[in-house]
């Protein structure tokens, strides 16, 4: 009988807690065993991480891949970013010949094609924070001040509101292109506090304050139109 380790993994206690995202990767999960696995199967094992992808040391995702090891079951992943976002961590595992895993939302990937897309998307996240990097570059550059606002009377209030517009623009521009390369709200709040990022209130940045900004975005947009 085919035999599954189950392994799930969130960026935040929060996220965890909430089951945000972790929802998400079960039901991928059980649609995969239901629809794609070997009949008859059971699943043995299951472990969650709430960790973020770029550690390496993740105890639970280590207890599943010892495990699988140990009685020859399939670990098996809803995304492959789940496991890393490290193309040399998804290459480590993948030159084990003691470890078998399988991502259910690619249920058909070999192993080549699996490398072939962590590369692609570590090259992405690379470019998307490249562009990132240089579009505030260029808006420091003229003067943007990145960040919140103080108005103390009209004429000041006015000097604010046209650099927050400016502002407003390199940060529609930012969440515009992580949108469409699929990053989560959480993800890109998480890059612009990375970045140095504040709101407009001189605030941190969180999933609820990316959506809004983004919702924003889109109404202006289909105003226009």
Known sequence: MKQFILYTRVSTKRQGDSGLGLEAQERDIKLYLENYATVPHEVIGSFCDVESGSKADRPELNKAIEQAKQ??????????????????????????????????????????QLHIYAALAQQEREFIS?????????????GVKLGGNRPNNQARHKAVKAMADQNALVVSQIIKDHRQAGKTYRYIAQQMNDLNISTAKNGKWYASTVRNYDLRITASVNTVR
Do not use: Y
């Open 71 to 112: 009685t020859g079951a399939t670990l098996l992943v809803a995304k492959l970013d789940r496991l890393s976002r490290s193309v040399a961590f998804i290459a480590t595992l993948m030159e084990d010949k003691q470890l078998e895993f399988t991502v259910a939302t690619m249920p058909s990937a070999d192993k080549f």
């Open 130 to 142: 490249t562009r990132t990097k240089a579009a505030l570059a260029e808006a420091k550059a003229r």
